[in-house]
């Protein structure tokens, strides 16, 4: 679950079939249910037909405490990135050394947690770029970048054109965060 919509989805579906939600957070849920009418297996159906996964390997359960982390520093943070280092984030609210994050997370993701975070960073911009409340150096203050030119160069690795290409672009879309 990476955004309150699917909170609010999820919760919905399980209380739904009878499964009582006791707490629902990004990325995780715990729930209450009776086993002689409701199974592990109809669980996973209702997240399925959602678009989620049980996950309930402790080292993948890991890396989606990660993924839930990276959301709320880049998303939700309200100005964090410009504040703290993204790897002191990781390692203040997971309680492992960056090193052990990042190569957990490598283990089970086709990507890099430091091209993860970068992808959210981007998509963040692109966002703030369309709202045009901010000046391309307060966006690249606020996402914790050294210089505009350095969040730009970056922004054109990632998406293929300019920033100022983007903002003449009207029609191109952004990636939710779910397919980051």
Known sequence: MVCKCCIRIIRQEMEQH???VNRIILGEIDTTYDDTKITEADVEKILND???DLVTNK???LVEQIKTAVIELVHY???MNSIIRNSDYMVEKLGYSYQHLSALF???EPITLEKYIILHK???VKEMIEYGELTLSEIAFSMGYSSVQYLSTQFKNITGISVTDYKKTPDVVRKSIAEI
């Open 106 to 108: 490598s283990k089970y």
């Open 50 to 52: 959602n678009g989620f």
């Open 59 to 61: 080292d993948k359960i």
């Open 77 to 79: 943070a309200n100005n």
């Open 122 to 124: 981007i998509e963040k």
């Open 18 to 20: 009878g499964i009582k």
